[in-house]
Every structure is written in C-alpha cells, then in structure tokens.
DNA sequence: TTAATTTGACCTCG
DNA sequence: CGAGGTCAAATTAA
C-alpha cells in the first residue's frame, strides 16, 4: 500500500535547491562585504551593484522558499497581497459577529471508528483524538467573483478535497459541507476543511480550515517542471457540484482570514516556544512531507510576514529527515 | 473498476 | 437532548 518514501517530491527539491542558491548568495554577498574593499576605485559603483543584485537573489530566494512552505496550507502572503483586486468583505455585516459558530466542537476519539465500532487498535488512534485537539484551526472569507466564478478558485486550493459530508446548520440557511484531504489514509494528512455559505451575502463563503497538510499533493503522478513551480495550479476542482449552491464552491480566496485559538488553551501561538508542538504520537509514516508537516512553520510565518532567516534555517531540514 | 459524492445513521460535546 | 461533526453504504462520475 505505502512506501514510496523514498524520493522527495519535486516541490521539495525545488525547495532546498533555493535555500542552498540563497545561502550561496549570501555567503558570496558576504565574502564581499568582508574584503577591505581592495577593488579600484573606479569599480567601486560596480561593486555596489553587485551586492545588491546579490542580495535581490537571496531575498528572492528565500522568498520563494517561503511561499512554497506556505503552500502548504494558509494563504500565502502573495495570496493577500494579490487580494487588493478583491472587495474587502470586512464589511460591517459580515464580519463574524458570532464566531462563536464557527467554533463547532472538536470531537474526540473517534475518527476511524466513528461510526464503524470495534477497531483492534485502539491505541494508536487515542493519539489521533489528541492531535485533532491541537490542530490549527482557522476561517477564510471568500467571495466568489461572479466574472471568473469557478475559474480563478484554484488560487490556494491546490489540495486536493474529498467531501465527506455535509449538514444543514440551525440558523444558517444554506447546508455546511466538510472536506478532508483526499490523502488522509494514504499519507495520513488531517487537513480538513468546511465551507458554509453565508446567510447574507450569498456571494460569500466561509471555509474553515482545520489542519496543515502532511501530504505531498505533488506525489499522486503530476511530474512537474522542474524549475517553476508556479506553475502549479490548474489541476483543482474536477468535481463541481450539480447543485447551484455548490456551484459556486470555487472561488476567489482573500480577504479576512481568522486563526482561532485552540480549545482547551492550547496556544498554538506560543509555537517559536514551543518545540515539540504537534507530536504526532508516532512519528511512523508521518513526516511524508518533511517541512510541510510542520504546520508552525506556516504559522510562524503567517503572524511574521518579515520573515528573518537565520543561518540556522537550513540546519533545520536535515533535523526532520532523520524520521 | 476505481474514485468521488450523497446521504442518513451514528457519535460526542455542551 | 439537540447541534455539529463524521462515518460508511449506496450511488454516481470518471
């Protein structure tokens, strides 16, 4: 059933490629800025130039780096930089006035037995209540555009989502629907997310996330271009619904996006304190993804968007390989 | 045939 | 007990 472990995902190579181009800029930027400026005279202007195309290539570098970590489940800053083009829906009314709403319940132990009933290993799962307690958990405000509708969605939805139920919600007038990642037993990736309608504005959808991706949606087959991986993006949402509610499903994301605390004062924004944040009980087969298993990352980076590198950085890579 | 969706039952929490 | 969330059998789509 599993074991194609051993090659890293394109994604990932692309990754490490650009942390090592970066640190060989800045190495060189360094080198530079360290000589005693021994260069004529007349080269000096140059110089400058120089170190600072150098450091263009490490920002640009590591900022690509960034964004395919943030990939991985929030939006990433590019995504909130580009919304300028969307309505703010931060509108006095349909802002979360009860965000309590949204605040559902996280169930407990019962996610593979659920329904089912008697399942020989209960241990192992005891651990997968646990983590469902501290998984992120946090709302998106989408507006569908009614000009590109389905078309221009994809955006942060790069995941795959299989549907596994849907509710109607006392007071809400439209039906909730919950995903999960497709490769949740086959990469044991718990991402899930809901999308309710809003009552008001039919043209707004509330998807909640709950859960980073450990998966690595680039496995299934998909071999990919080497070099750009912005590319990626057209491969989403095969599915679109018969129903005129679920029509509208993809959309535009943007705007308002909300990370709720977790239950039971869990602070999951203590992350850069926090070391071994989401211990996935046993390591097994999880960490798949490397560093998209480490939803802090995302996180971290969401609340700092001045990210700052550290030379350590890239130590930290190796550090999750040993599993 | 496999994969995704639909949908009612089931489960847990408040 | 009700509401929200999930499971899983049946159904439909690819």
Redesign the pocket.
């Known amino acids: 059933m599993e074991g194609k472990k051993d090659m890293l995902s394109w994604e990932q190579k692309t990754l490490v490629n650009e942390l090592i181009f970066g640190l060989e800029a800045a190495k060189k930027l360094q080198a530079r800025l360290g000589e005693p400026s021994s260069s004529p005279p007349s080269s000096s202007s140059r110089a400058a130039e120089m170190n600072e195309i150098l450091l263009k290539q490490i920002i640009s570098s590591y900022e690509k780096s960034l964004v395919m970590l943030n990939w991985s489940s929030l939006p990433p800053v590019q995504l909130i930089l580009k919304a300028g083009s969307v309505a703010p829906v931060t509108h006095s009314g349909v802002i979360p006035e009860s965000p309590a709403?949204?605040n559902?319940?996280p169930?407990?132990?019962?996610?593979?037995?659920?329904?089912?009933?008697s399942n020989t290993h209960r241990q192992e799962h005891v651990f997968n209540s646990k983590k469902r307690k501290m998984l992120p958990k946090w709302t998106e405000k989408v507006r569908i555009s009614p000009e590109r509708g389905l078309e221009g969605s994809q955006q942060d939805d790069v995941y795959?989502?299989?549907?596994?139920?849907?509710?109607d919600?006392?007071?809400a007038k439209f039906p909730?629907s919950?995903y999960?990642c497709?490769h949740r037993s086959t990469q044991n990736c718990w991402a899930?997310k809901?999308l309710q309608r809003s009552d008001n504005d039919p043209t707004v959808f509330e998807v909640t996330y709950r859960g980073t991706h450990t998966c690595s949606r680039a496995t299934a087959a998909a071999p990919p271009p080497p070099a750009s991986p912005e590319k990626q993006d057209t491969r989403t949402k095969?599915?679109i619904?018969?129903?005129p509610n679920?029509l509208l499903e993809s959309l535009k994301t943007s705007l308002t996006v909300r990370t709720e605390g977790l239950d039971d004062g869990e602070d999951v924004f203590s992350f850069p304190n926090t070391p071994p944040f989401y211990d996935y009980g046993n390591t097994n087969d999880y960490f798949g993804g490397l560093m998209e298993s480490s939803p802090i990352f995302d996180v971290v980076d969401w609340f700092n968007p001045t990210v700052e590198i550290n030379p350590e950085f890239p130590t930290f890579l190796p550090d999750s390989i040993y599993y």
Do not use: H, N, V
């Open positions: 709403s949204i559902g319940s169930r407990s132990e019962d996610f593979l037995d659920g329904g089912g009933s795959s989502w299989r549907k596994y139920g849907q509710k919600i006392l007071g909730r919950y999960r497709t899930t809901q095969p599915q619904a018969q129903t679920e």
